[in-house]
């Protein structure tokens, strides 16, 4: 497979490096419990930055480019001899043939950045002087059929699960859907409409894996996302939460699958925890299933109104849903959000996202 | 690794790429003195200046407001407390400024950083740019034999006022200078400053719902004016900026601008020298300490991106990296050396007066809704709270600018997020409590606020208090094992008086204005965290003045016992001015700018 690459300027990367990876302290005061202390990944401020997913663009065709991420690696070579020769190793290229990187002068940086379609997950790693290694300072790992970890990373409006199973994005879905407006009348009128008359262009370019989700705008894969990279610390809050409220709802109806179970069993779970006084809760494990309930109403609330390249707003309906429900009276609407933002997403013809 | 860091001498080192130091960048680099501006932030580019046409900043609102990530620092009472920074604000964990709570334990907040940044504060401010009003720079004479003031019992607004040691008349060109250099539109009509000349670029149309604001001004008699902003509204010359079709949006204040519209000094100030051959900016580059000998300062230590140790030297060395990291590095810098802390701290008022605004206003539902994201941040402002009469009739020190803010919460997450809190550090807490916001009542909440809500602010001197100021932290060290910042701070009993006396107003331009039911006003002392709060308007802590016994700086900004160390960010302040400070601290570097052509 032909990898296509493209020059950042050394300011781009340094802009990262200094600020995230450049200090003396070498205290853990990164690691908020999803790290052992001793990783790098503890030492250093917001890790999941790396590899950078960025936008990317061919300075001509910003819709064509719209497709596609920059996705820079930073190798961070630790210790005082610094190797001759890193190169990367991934599945969206050539697992065989390394991509040479580039030292930045007079720094412990090596770079290079490939273009990368949205939508995809890869694993990859470095060969630092013939020895492949895993990258160190990018905290997302995952293990292969064969047992091998690898290091990966996701670009853009990606659908694909990474960190919840099947039954836990079912129950997900349903308390989520409880936050939201989309389980009210108008509201699922409204996401009928939006999904059944968007253009051929919105489905390829907006959701082009939608078809993976059965939840409404996506924020369920939002929240898959943001604890895979940027949230991964509250990974242990959903595991063991989701982990109690299939047992509690079990519990309370033994023949249905949590994700079938009647809308009302939802919305008393949904008033208990808010109660912090749920029926059947296992304290010892979780001590506050009202403050789970606050995180997934950030989340949740994050995950509708989002920019859309995070995994939710599926196609930017959360927005649709404000342009729609608000106008004057003359029926113009009073949330212009397309004018400002880029094509194919909106019709900026001066920002390009 | 050898360290070949390129040039070490210059005319001048500036520190801060900002309000404070762009301006004497712009103007010495532009006479054909050599310069380097060292930025601890990124450089971060607007569009037009990519190959690509991609920019650094984004309209992504997951950009102000960023993920979760927790204080993890020891002795500190919110240890494991959620924070959510902008990509261009500091790591807390890594640099964290930490402030004195009302029950002596020590908190760590994300207020008070400006942004780190090439182009620093300017990136993220609304843009809004008022000149101090004449009476600000005399705030000790105005209130000479007062008896009228509100709750000053001790008489300490009498004895901690001071005068500017320059005058408005001084400044005033130098305001001018900056308007046009920086680009900035407004219109000048019943401003009660005198100007000489009007280099405003014209405003753009109002949002729709500002005309409420001018029903309320109106009716209550305050004459005003278009509020002026640093986003070019026209072709600028200076800079080189084209003009946009469209450049209203919300993703104004806390959002850099990928087009490049908001004038920050990036744009406006440096890109125009930074073709120059004498003319040198390192960003990622962070000072860690000064040297000297006897009073000259020989050497600028920093690290580079990769963290590594350099010098520079200066003819003149200009600090200027926000008020409380520059008197931190001050102080570090005496720490490190008793000889430079007795030369820079002689009397002990480094770090004393720190100021920052008193600051607060009205909100309130208004009659029909509105699309608050076509605007820029403010659309009208009056000066009539800043007159001597109404001082006088009201018992205030000093005045104050009020003005409406028209893009907070107009994008839907930072309506969600700032519901029941404008606060950073507090930021999303009263929407994640309030459960009840589910299904038809999470609609009923969006169709109540979505549109619906105007506030109107005033930003007022806070009186001066030697008690207020800036430490190094003695335990808590950032990532280059230096001690932080440390806030100790309060507000004055007629601070709070000022403040509930101009809530009160803006509230009443809202009443007047047709507000649905009461709104709700105050002052920023009545918030949950009141010590923390500082609108970002980071002052004082190191005073100009003509009394070497009372000050830290001279007229010039020059400090009294070093020949060449100048401070120009909003540190020099002996009182906070009636308004934002941006525009004033720009306009106080193009003066000492004028002042450093003669000497380097």
Not at chain 1, 88 to 112: C, K, Q, S
Not at chain 2, 560 to 579: I, K
Request: proline share 5%; aromatic share 10%.
């Amino acid at each position: 497979m032909a990898v296509e690459t493209i020059q950042r300027d050394d300011v781009y990367v340094l802009n990262y490096c200094a600020k995230l990876l450049a200090r003396d302290d070498r205290s853990p005061r990164h690691n908020f419990g999803q790290f052992s202390d001793d990783a790098l990944t503890a030492r250093i401020a917001e890790p999941w930055r790396f590899p950078i997913v960025d936008s990317y663009s061919d300075g001509v065709n910003f819709e064509q480019s719209y497709r596609y991420n920059a996705v820079t690696f930073v190798y961070f070579a630790q210790g005082s001899a610094l190797p001759g020769a890193v190169g990367v190793i991934g599945t969206f290229g050539n697992l065989y043939d390394p991509v040479p990187l580039r030292r930045i002068a007079e720094t412990p940086y090596y770079t290079m950045t490939v273009v990368v379609p949205k939508g995809e997950v890869h694993q990859y790693k470095y060969v630092v002087d013939g020895e492949i290694r895993l990258d160190e300072v990018n905290p997302q790992r995952v293990i292969l059929e064969n047992g091998q970890p690898w290091s990966r990373f996701f670009t853009h409006l990606c659908c694909i699960p990474l960190t919840f199973e099947r039954w836990e994005l079912g129950i997900l879905n349903r308390l989520t859907s409880h936050i939201l407006p989309f389980e009210t009348e108008d509201g699922r009128n409204f996401l009928e409409r939006f999904y059944n008359t968007a253009d051929r262009q919105t489905k390829d370019t907006q959701y082009a894996h939608a078809y993976r989700l059965d939840q409404p705008v996506g924020v369920v894969n939002f929240i898959d996302k943001l604890l895979a990279k940027e949230e991964s610390h509250r990974v242990i809050d959903y595991r063991t939460c989701l982990e109690l409220i299939d047992r509690v709802l079990r519990r309370r109806n033994p023949v249905t699958e949590p994700s079938q179970m009647p809308k009302e069993m939802y919305r008393q779970l949904y008033e208990e925890m808010a109660q912090d006084r749920v029926d059947g809760w296992d304290y010892g494990r979780y001590g506050s299933p009202r403050f789970f309930l606050q995180l997934l109403r950030r989340h949740t609330f994050t995950g509708a109104f989002c920019h859309p390249k995070y995994g939710g707003n599926v196609g930017a309906a959360g927005w649709a849903y404000l342009e729609e429900r608000y106008r004057d009276a003359n029926g113009q609407t009073l949330f212009q959000w397309r004018r400002i933002m880029e094509r194919p997403l909106g019709s900026s013809m001066e920002y390009h996202g | 690794m050898s360290n070949d860091q390129g040039r070490r001498q210059f005319d001048a080192v500036i520190i801060g790429s900002g309000a404070g130091g762009a301006p004497i960048a712009h103007t010495l680099a532009r006479a054909g003195k050599t310069v380097v501006v060292l930025e601890k932030g990124p450089l971060l580019k607007p569009q037009y200046q990519d190959d690509r046409r991609l920019s650094d900043f984004k309209r992504d609102e997951l950009f102000a407001t960023g993920p979760e990530k927790r204080i993890q620092l020891d002795n500190v009472a919110n240890r494991g407390a959620s924070f959510y920074s902008s990509h261009i604000e500091p790591d807390l964990n890594d640099e964290p400024h930490i402030y004195r709570e009302r029950d002596g334990s020590d908190r760590v907040t994300i207020e008070g950083y400006t942004a780190q940044v090439v182009g620093g504060g300017t990136q993220l401010y609304g843009g809004v740019s008022l000149r101090f009003t004449p009476l600000d720079f005399r705030l000790q004479s105005f209130n000479e034999g007062r008896r009228d003031l509100g709750k000053d019992p001790k008489g300490d607004v009498q004895r901690e006022a001071r005068d500017w040691p320059i005058n408005y008349e001084e400044i005033e060109p130098y305001y001018g200078k900056a308007e046009e250099l920086v680009g900035i539109n407004g219109t000048r009509a019943n401003q009660s400053k005198p100007f000489s000349a009007d280099k405003y670029q014209p405003p753009l149309a109002p949002n729709p719902i500002s005309r409420f604001v001018e029903l309320g001004m109106d009716a209550l008699g305050m004459p005003r004016y278009r509020t002026p902003l640093a986003v070019i509204t026209q072709d600028h010359p200076p800079s080189g900026r084209k003009a946009s079709a469209d450049p209203k949006t919300a993703f104004v204040n806390r959002y850099g601008d990928p087009l490049g519209l908001k004038s920050n000094t990036w744009v406006s100030l440096l890109t125009p020298i930074s073709g120059l051959p004498n003319f040198e900016l390192r960003a990622n580059c962070v000072v860690t300490h000064l040297e000297h000998s006897g009073s000259r300062i020989t050497k600028v230590h920093c690290r580079n991106a990769a963290g590594l140790s350099q010098t520079v030297e200066g003819k003149v060395v200009i600090v200027a990296c926000s008020a409380i990291e520059s008197v931190r590095l001050l102080k570090l810098s005496g720490q490190l050396n008793g000889g430079f802390e007795r030369r820079i701290n002689p009397n002990d008022l480094l770090g004393k007066y720190f100021l920052t605004h008193c600051f607060g206003g009205a909100e309130a539902f208004m009659p029909g809704r509105y699309d608050k994201s076509m605007t820029l941040d403010s659309d009208w402002a009056t000066d009539f709270c800043a007159s001597e009469q109404y001082l006088k009739a009201n018992g205030l020190w000093a005045g104050a600018a009020i003005y409406n803010n028209t893009s907070d919460q107009a994008l839907p997450i930072s309506l969600a997020r700032t519901h029941g809190s404008q606060d950073l550090d507090n930021i999303w807490r009263a929407f994640v409590d309030d459960t009840s916001l589910t299904g038809d009542r999470l609609v009923q909440f969006l169709d109540g606020n979505f549109g619906t809500r105007l506030s109107v602010s005033f930003m007022a001197n806070q009186v001066p208090l030697k008690t207020n100021r800036i430490e190094l932290h003695p335990t808590v060290k950032d990532k280059w094992g230096r001690p932080v910042a440390y806030i100790i701070k309060e507000w004055h009993s007629h601070d709070m008086h000022l403040m509930d006396t101009l809530a009160n107003q803006c509230a009443e331009i809202l009443r007047r204005a047709g507000a649905q039911g009461e709104p709700d006003y105050g002052g920023v002392h009545q918030a949950e965290n009141a010590f923390a709060r500082i609108a970002n308007h980071i002052l004082g802590g190191a005073r100009f003045g003509r009394d070497r016994n009372d000050s830290v700086l001279d007229a010039n900004c020059r400090a009294w016992d070093f020949d060449n160390l100048y401070v120009t960010d909003g540190a020099f302040m002996p009182t906070s001015g009636g308004a934002n400070p941006t525009l004033t601290i720009q306009a106080n570097a193009f003066r000492v700018a004028d002042l450093l052509l003669g000497s380097v």
